[in-house]
């Protein structure tokens, strides 16, 4: 059987002042249907870069990244810009440590939430917004249906995670 995600010699590599830093450099790993990979390192060794690098998110001029990251049979890293955001969007989704760094604190989490629903379906606000509170339901928010007015400064830590998974 295919596995839904094959990683084969990735390397991404930045280019900076001092050289080219090899953040990481020929790394493999396959997740199959169902499982669960965890990547564990020190501090600094490259597992956030690898994620990034997967989920096509640390692009630019100053970044080379090669190898395969193969999706359902994909190649993700040969991907344009559009069918990256339909897969993010659709597909895979990443949720990071430490959700202040993906939730603006100046928007309140339906806002952000209508949005991310606007941009990957076709729908209406309205829709967008019934679909943000039912999200947030299955994920376990209490009262998601005034919760979603708030600010992210206004939920915990782990509720935060919790919006970044609805």
């Known amino acids: ?8 010699d990735l390397r991404t ?5 001092d050289g080219i830093v090899k953040a990481v450099d ?5 997740v199959e249907r169902g499982k669960t990979v965890g990547i564990v390192g020190e501090s600094g060794c490259g597992k956030s870069v ?16 090669s190898g395969q990251v193969l999706f359902d049979g994909e190649d993700l890293l040969a991907a344009n810009p559009a069918r990256l955001r339909e897969v993010r969007g659709q597909e895979v989704a990443m949720i990071f440590q430490d959700p202040m760094t993906s939730l603006n604190p100046v928007h309140s989490i339906g806002r952000q939430l209508v949005e991310a629903v606007l941009l990957h379906n076709e729908c209406s606000k309205k829709d967008a917004r019934r679909r943000a509170v039912e999200r947030l339901k299955e994920v376990g928010i209490p009262r998601a249906e005034r919760r979603i007015d708030d600010y992210p400064h206004q939920f915990s830590g782990g ?8």
Do not use: W, Y
């Not at 059987?1 to 084969?8: A, K, N, Q, S, Y």
């Not at 590599?13 to 002042?17: G, V």
């Not at 994620?51 to 001029?61: D, F, P, V």
């Open 1 to 8: 059987m295919t596995p839904l995600l094959d990683v084969r």
């Open 13 to 17: 590599h930045f280019t900076t002042e």
């Open 26 to 30: 020929g790394v493999d790993f396959a």
């Open 50 to 65: 690898t994620c990034l690098t997967i989920m096509g998110l640390n692009e630019s001029r100053s970044t080379k990244s």
């Open 159 to 166: 509720m935060r995670q919790r919006v970044m998974i609805a």
